[in-house]
């Protein structure tokens, strides 16, 4: 039953390898409470729903792991209904537990120019810095970056279709100096792509074989860019996310615009972009309004 929940996740909810992965294993860490606790799936009441979430506590596992593992159970006792293979879902009643609220760390726009200036000696080099341009320009996840393919470009509008969670397609838009360097990566590109390529070669981003780059890939060699830059503060190839968000939210883009360009469902998960430059408003208030200088000085 696990294994069709998993399944109906994959191919009807169209979740991410990703999450996928993390369902999995909080779906285990239910199958081994249940085995050490003596209880049986059919029967959990929610004192024994409880009792789960009380042993992730004990686990030491963060809110937001317990809240992700809550909702993997709960839909997994849901879909057991619907499909008439379970009665009660212990899980309905019980809330998700309250979480601090999270900032993303972004980078300021002087260290974007820094990190974009890198040198392209050659074409992988090139490549390189094509990756952090995209991810910076349109804002996109790196998985989505990594199942981009050549047709989804439109170079006249500047503009690539990008398919997102859940299969959702959307548009993103790239600046006039990443489409240089897209420009340059796409006349290059032809003469990597290996004879005999079933495919003749549909992905944007090829590795040294010429095949698709992997989302680990693009990590590590977003990764290698930080690392080789003279940026001091953590980051991470979804940094660039965050910086594209804040970014055009501190030079007054529209929020519903820019949740339509990060794919968000929910306008409250961008939200948390406007908490970040409210917070940087802020602090330039305090450093340069005369009567914030004098009232911190009295």
Known sequence: MLERYLEYLKAVRRL????????????????????ESGRAEEELDQAGARAFIGSLTRKGLSSRSINRALSAVRGYYRFKQRYGYGGQNPFKQIRSLRTGK?????????????LLSAPAADFWSLR??????????TGCRVSELAAIDVKDLDL?????????KGGKQ??????????????????RRKSHIPADDPRGGMALLLNRRGRRLTVRGIQLIVENLLRVSSIQKPASPHTLRHSFATHLLDRGGDIRAVQELLGHAS????QVYT?????RLKKVYERAHPHARRAKEV
């Not at 838009?173 to 990566?185: C, E, H, P, S, T």
Request: with cysteine; net charge neutral; proline share 3%.
């Open 16 to 35: 991410s390898p990703h999450t996928l992965c993390s369902y999995r294993r909080d779906l285990e860490l239910f199958k081994g409470f249940l085995r």
């Open 128 to 137: 390189d810095l094509l990756i952090a341009e995209l991810l910076y320009s």
């Open 102 to 114: 999270w900032l993303p760390g972004v980078l300021f726009e002087g260290e974007v120019a820094e």
């Open 156 to 164: 006249k509008s500047r503009s690539i279709r990008i398919t997102g």
């Open 267 to 270: 306008l409250s998960t961008t």
């Open 275 to 279: 908490h970040l430059s409210i917070d």
């Open 170 to 187: 959307r548009l993103v838009f790239i600046g006039r100096q990443a489409a240089g360097v897209l420009i340059d990566y796409l006349s």
